[in-house]
C-alpha cells in the first residue's frame, strides 16, 4: 500500500480526489489537510463520499520520502507546498495551475505571482497520460491538468500540426467554479442562463496553446449543470482535409490503449462521462470550409482533476492505469 | 399620479417591485433605495427590468405627506423605517415580516427583536387582499404577508374554521432564500435535490396560525426551481367532509370578485402563476380519511411579495385592485 | 458465479439493473432482454453503462434451474414471466409492482388487472431487508418495493404501530416516471416547476398501507432532479410522543446493522444518495402537535428499485448483504 | 383594430403569438387555429396566457381581405396555408421556414420539398426589422426569421462585408425543439448536460449564410433551458481590426433607432432577454489573432419567433415597432 497525502481536500476536487484515494485497492489516505475547515469531518463538509477521516491541517513533518502527495490549493498557493513536499522526497501530483505553464514568465503575466521554483517548473511533467504516460511514470512532479483544456486537447490533439485558427467554445458545469459562494454561482444567477465569461483572458488559454504548440482563441461557458464540461472545438485543417473515415481513424489510432478516452461517432453529451473518468471525443470534418469539428467531453472533477490525478498517481506508483477508476 | 418610494430595492423583491411600480400607469418612482448598493444603477443590479434609476440612500427628508412606500428590508430592520415614514404622513406597505404579527410578544420569540412600535403593530392591517380588502383600502400600514403564509393560506382560508390537524408542506423557489450568497444557495446545492429546512421553526409558522385561528405544522422544502412556491396542505374536517363539487363550490364563493386567484380542478404546477400575480388553489377532498387536500401556488416575488404589495398600493390608492398587475 | 437474467432492461432502472450485476463480483449477467429494443446494444440503450451486451428477447428455454432473474416488466405484464421462470426453477426478484399487495383483490382494484397466481402472491416475500431480511434470503419470489414505499416506509417503520394520522408528502426525480416520451416528462413541462399528481389515487398508497399496518395520506409530486425521491412523512403519535433523543434512538436501534440506512440529524437532502443504494431517514419530533416528521430519501432507481433488487439477489445467494452495491 | 389570424397556436411559438396578439391595444384576435388540438380551449394548452378562446381548425372562408396572418406551421405545411392566404388578399407573417430561403432549390435540399410558390418565395420580405424595417412595412409576406439565425445575424450584421471564416457555436434551451415530446426532450436526457446536434445539417445554416453574404459554420447544442438562445460567433475581419472602441461604436450606430436591441459591455447571460423581445449584443476585439468574438442573445420565443412576428406586423400594419411588446 502507498500513502497519499490529499492536500487541500475541502473544495469540490479535493473532497472527490480523497474519496478516489480512500477506495482505492493500492491506495491509502494519509493526510486530509484543510485550511479554514481543520478539524471538521470530512463526512460533514462532503457528505456524499462517506470518508470517514478529519480535516487536520498540513504538517510537513508528517509526511515521509516515498510518500505520494496530491495538492489541490488554489494557485499562487500551491507551489510552495509543493517545493516543501518534493523536497522531502514526496512524488507529487499538483492538481492547482502552478506547473502547468513551462514559462516562468506566464505566471505573473496570467497568475500574478512570480514562480517561486523555476527549477520545479522546467521539471514537472503535464499529467495528460494520453500524451506523457512514460514520463508521468517517473516524474517527481506531475502537473495535472486544467479541465479545460483536458476537454480541448483531447478533441484537437490527434490533429495537432495538421491544424490551425483553432476556436474553442467550451461549457462548463458549476462545479468548476468552485465551491466558494459568490453572486455568480448563486442558482438564480446559473439556472436558466447560459453566459460566456473570462473572454480573451481566461488563465487556461496559454495552457491550451502550449501544448497544441499553436494559438487557440477559448471561449468559456457556464452552463446549469452540476458536473460537465463540454469543449466544441473548431479548426482549419492547413493541409487537404482527411475523410470522415480517415479523420475517425487518426483519432482511433491515436487514443489505441488509452483506456479512458472513448472516440464516438455523434455528438457527445454530458451524461455518459458524469461521475467518472472517462472522456469522450467525437471528430468530424467539413469538407466544404476545410475544416476539423471536435468535441470533447468530460466530468470537470473527474478527469478534469481528481479522477485524472488519481490515473497519474497511478502512473507514478507502476499500478494499472485504471485501477480504483473503474 | 402617486408617488412611491421602494425603500431597499437591491434585492429580488424589492428590485421586482420597483419594476412594478416603474410600469405602473398611476404610480411613480419616488426614492429607490439601497444600502450596500446605493449609488449603483438599478439596471446594473437587476437588468431583466431596464429600470433608468439609481439607487440612492434613503432620504427620510425627500418623502412627504401623502406619499405612499414601500419598504423591503430584512425583519428587524424595516420597522424603525415604517414607523418613520409613518410618522411623515406616509402610507406604507410593510415587505417585511415586521408588522404581520399581532402580539409584540411573537417578535422576540420568533424575531429574535423586541418590537419598538406595538401601538403601530395594532394599526397594521395584514395585506392579503383577499380577506382584508377593506381594511388595506384605508390603512396607514399593510403587512404584506410572508409567501408561504400566503400560498398556504389561500389554500386553507375557505375552509378556515371547519379543519384541523393542519398539516403544510410547502416547496419554494431559491429566490425566496434572498440574493445573498451562500452555501446553501449554490447552484451545485441546490440543483438535483429537494430538502427541507428550518423544520419545527420556520418564521411563517405563527403567521399562518394567527390568519387560521388554529396550529399547522409547517415545513418548508427548498426546491430547485428560481421562483414558484408550492404548498400543499393537509387537513382533518371537525364535521361531514363536503363532496368534491361542495368543496370547489366553496372555494369558487370564496373567491368570487377575487380577481388573482384561480380555483383550478388539477393540481396546479409553477409555469401559469410565474412573473405573474396569480394564485391558483386546488382543494381536493378524501371522503376515506375526512381529510382535505389543497394546493395552492404563486410566484414567491410576485403574489408572494412584490405583486402583492401592489395590489395593496392599488387599494390603498384606490385604484383597481389589476392596475399595473395585468 | 451466479446467472442473472435481468428481463426488461432496456427503461431506466432494467438498465441500471443490469449495470449492477454485470459489476458484480460474484454474480453474471444472464439473458439481458427488452421487447420493442430487443436487437440493439445496451451501450446505445443506455451508453452510461459500458455494458457489453446484446439486449435480447426472452427466452425461457435458455434459463435454468438454479438461476436468479430479475423482472423489470410494467405492472400486468410482469406476472406471467415471473410465473414461468419460478415454475422452471429460477428464483426471482418482481421489480414490478405484480407480487407486492398480498391481497389479490387489491389488483383489480388498484392495477386494473385480474392477478393470475394467487398462489405466488401469496409466497412472495416484501423484499425490504430491513424488515424482510430473514425471509428474503430462502424466498422464490421477492416484490421488490416500489420508490415511494421504500422512502416512506423507511423513515416510519420504526414508529409503526406507535403513529396514526399518517400524511406522507413524497417528491420523485423524473426518471421515477420511467423513459417513455410525453407530455408531462418534457423538459419544459418539468423544469422551474413543481406539482402533485394522481392525488388519492397513486397506486402505491395500498403498499404503504399494507407495511405499515395503517391508512396513510399519501401525495406524490413531481420535481425537476433526474434521480432522487424524498418522502416527508407526518404522523401523531397514539400516546405521548418520546422525546428528540428517544425517538432518535429508536431509528438508531432499528436500524442497526442494515448497512444501507443512515440516520441523520438534520433533513436530508438528495445528493447523498444519488448514485448509490443508501437510505437517509431523519426522524424529528414535534412536542407540541404530539407529532412525528420524518423524512427519508433515496435514489429512485437504485434503493429504490435496481440497487435494492441486488440488495435482494445478494441476500437470496447467501452473499453479503453489500456486495456489489458500495 | 386589426384582425389578426394566428394559423397554427397550439405549439409553443403559436401560443405565444395568440397571447401577443390577444394582448395587443390595436389587434385583435381572429382565427387561433390548431389541427389535432382543435376543439380544445387555448387554456387548456397553454395555460399561462389566460387566453380566453376556442382552438378551431383553419376556415379559409372566415379571413377576409385586409386582415392579416401569422402562419406558426411547420415547415413543407405553411406554404400552402401562406399561398392562400395571399391570394385572398391576407398580409402573412410566415413564423415557419418556408418562406426565408430566396433560392427555389435550397428548399429541396434542405427542407426536402419543392416550394409551391416561388414566386411568393421571389417577394417575400426577411423579417429581421433591424436590416429590413422599410420593406416589412409594405410588404405582403414577411418571412419570419429562424431563431438562430436571429441571435446569429444581430451579433455579426454590423460586421457585413468585413469579416470572414465565421463559426457559430450556438445555445438553445429546449422550447426551440418544440412541444412534441420525444427522447431527445425527456426531462431526463436534458438535464444536466450540453450537446451538440445536427453539425453541418442544421437547416438554419443557409439562411444564416444567406443573410451574412458569406458561408458559416453552425453548430447548434441544446442546454438545459426553457426559453433562450445565445449564439457565440467568432470570425476574422478581413482587413485591420477595429479597436474595441471603434467596434462597439460601430455596433451601437448600426442599431441606433432600433429598440429591440441592446448592445452591452459584458457576454449576456439569457435572463435579461427571457419572456421580452429584447436582444442582446456584444461585440469584443481580439487584436492578438484579429477576430471578432460577438454574442447574441435572445428568447427563442420571443425575438425568435412570436415577439418578432409581432415586429413585423406592427411595422406591416403602421403601428408603432414596440406596440404590444413592452
Redesign the interface.
Known amino acids: 500500500m502507498t500513502t497519499v497525502h490529499v492536500i487541500g481536500a475541502a473544495g469540490?476536487a479535493g473532497a472527490q480526489l480523497a474519496a478516489l484515494v480512500d477506495a482505492h485497492p493500492h491506495f491509502t489516505l494519509g493526510q486530509v489537510t484543510a485550511r479554514a475547515d481543520a478539524g471538521k469531518r470530512i463526512a460533514d463538509v462532503a457528505?456524499?463520499y462517506r470518508i470517514d477521516a478529519v480535516l487536520q491541517e498540513f504538517d510537513l513533518d508528517g509526511v515521509a520520502a516515498g510518500d505520494f502527495a496530491a495538492v489541490c490549493y488554489p494557485h499562487a498557493e500551491a507551489a510552495a507546498v509543493v517545493s516543501e513536499l518534493v523536497d522531502r522526497g514526496v512524488r507529487v501530483v499538483d492538481v492547482s495551475a502552478d506547473h502547468r505553464l513551462t514559462d516562468p514568465a506566464a505566471y505573473p503575466q496570467w497568475y500574478g505571482f512570480e514562480h517561486p521554483r523555476p527549477d520545479l517548473l522546467a521539471e514537472a511533467v503535464y499529467g495528460l497520460p494520453e500524451i506523457n504516460r512514460q514520463a508521468i511514470g517517473s516524474a517527481r512532479i506531475v502537473a495535472n491538468p486544467g479541465c479545460y483544456p483536458t476537454a480541448s486537447l483531447l478533441a484537437l490533439l490527434p490533429m495537432k500540426g495538421r491544424i490551425t485558427?483553432i476556436?474553442i467554445?467550451a461549457?462548463s458545469g458549476?462545479?468548476g467554479a468552485g465551491?466558494t459562494?459568490?453572486?455568480d454561482?448563486?442558482?438564480?444567477?446559473?439556472?436558466?442562463?447560459?453566459?460566456?465569461?473570462k473572454?480573451?483572458n481566461h488563465r487556461h488559454t496559454p495552457e491550451i496553446a502550449q501544448q497544441m504548440g499553436a494559438?487557440a482563441?477559448f471561449?468559456p461557458?457556464l452552463?446549469?449543470?452540476?458536473?460537465?464540461l463540454?469543449a466544441?472545438a473548431?479548426a482549419?485543417f492547413t493541409g487537404d482535409a482527411p475523410t470522415q473515415a480517415e479523420l475517425t481513424k487518426a483519432y482511433v489510432d491515436f487514443y489505441d490503449g488509452h483506456p479512458f478516452v472513448e472516440v464516438v461517432e455523434s455528438?457527445?453529451?454530458?451524461?455518459?462521462v458524469?461521475?467518472n473518468n472517462f472522456a469522450q471525443v467525437c471528430p468530424?470534418v467539413?469538407q466544404?470550409?476545410g475544416?476539423l469539428?471536435a468535441?470533447g467531453v468530460i466530468d470537470n472533477l473527474m478527469k478534469g482533476a481528481a479522477g485524472q490525478a488519481v490515473q497519474n498517481l497511478n502512473l507514478m506508483a507502476g499500478r494499472p492505469e485504471t485501477e480504483g477508476l473503474l
Open positions: 469540490y457528505p456524499e485558427d476556436v467554445d461549457k458549476v462545479s465551491k459562494p459568490s453572486p454561482v448563486h442558482y438564480c444567477s446559473v439556472a436558466d442562463s447560459v453566459r460566456a465569461y473572454v480573451l494559438d482563441v471561449t461557458h452552463v446549469p449543470v452540476d458536473r460537465g463540454l466544441s473548431y482549419r455528438p457527445p453529451g454530458m451524461h455518459a458524469q461521475h468530424m467539413d466544404a470550409s475544416r469539428i468535441f
